[in-house]
């Protein structure tokens, strides 16, 4: 049964800890995004890696660190430095023909609550 | 600055009915238009994908435009069921861009009444 798994679904922290939330895919795609959604904005783009052991920052990176060690998987940390970590992440991953980005399928999403 | 747009922001409508669903964009140069379908609480399924020489594509009862010389795109829904509720998002990817290159708007979320 192919597709893309985040594991937990709900996850409670306190503020100032670190804590990592888990992507896996085995769909065999070569690229993997981290998002991060807010009530009422679009999804947007905090890590991307193309390949593994490499990644990119996205347009909010800050207060977010990733790995990509492994093809099937992308774990994202939040860490203490993120202002606002309450969110609902999700994670997707693709095939990449050259700079052009195929169809994202995403995992079901972590719903971090920080308090 | 690349932009999109989507009215209406949220949409009530009655089981059995069609409606549609706009999406306006200033991304440029232009490679793809996407629409996606989220139910709450979940993550994005993808729905249809439009290149800038396809002006519809369809997905049984969802029917995607593209209009590249105005910029505007609709997903038009037929015969609504109460599994259609549920937020809609467009996104636009730059010609060349990478993964930074998709541009997502903010969804409408469309709920429908028995």
């Known amino acids: ?115 | 600055k690349n932009q999109v747009e989507q009215s209406p922001q949220s949409l009530i409508i009655l089981e059995g009915k069609n409606c549609t669903l706009q999406c306006n964009y200033t991304v440029s140069p232009f490679s793809n238009l996407r629409w996606y379908k989220q139910d709450t609480g979940r993550g994005p399924v993808s729905l249809t994908i439009m290149t800038f020489s396809e002006n519809t594509k369809s997905n049984g009862r969802y029917t995607a435009t593209l209009d590249a010389d105005t910029k505007q795109s609709s997903l038009h829904i037929t015969a609504s069921q109460l599994s259609d509720s549920a937020s809609y998002i467009c996104v636009v990817s730059v010609s060349g861009g990478g993964a930074d290159g998709l541009t997502f708007g903010k969804g409408t979320h469309l709920i429908i009444q028995p």
């Not at chain 1, 790995?67 to 992440?89: D, I, M, W």
Request: hydrophobic letters at 30%.
């Open chain 1, 1 to 115: 049964d192919g597709g893309i798994t985040q594991s937990p679904k709900y996850l409670f922290r306190k503020e100032g800890q670190n804590v990592t939330l888990s992507c896996e895919q085995n769909l065999n795609h070569d690229a993997m995004y981290w998002y991060r959604q807010d009530p009422g904005q679009g999804l947007r783009l905090i890590y991307y890696s193309q390949i593994v052991n490499d990644f990119q920052k996205g347009d909010i990176a800050e207060g977010y660190s990733v790995s990509r060690e492994k093809k099937e998987s992308f774990p994202l940390t939040v860490t203490s430095a993120q202002k606002n970590p309450t969110a609902f992440y999700l994670c997707a991953s693709s095939i990449v023909g050259g700079s052009r980005i195929g169809e994202q399928y995403f995992g079901p999403g972590t719903r971090l609550t920080v308090t």
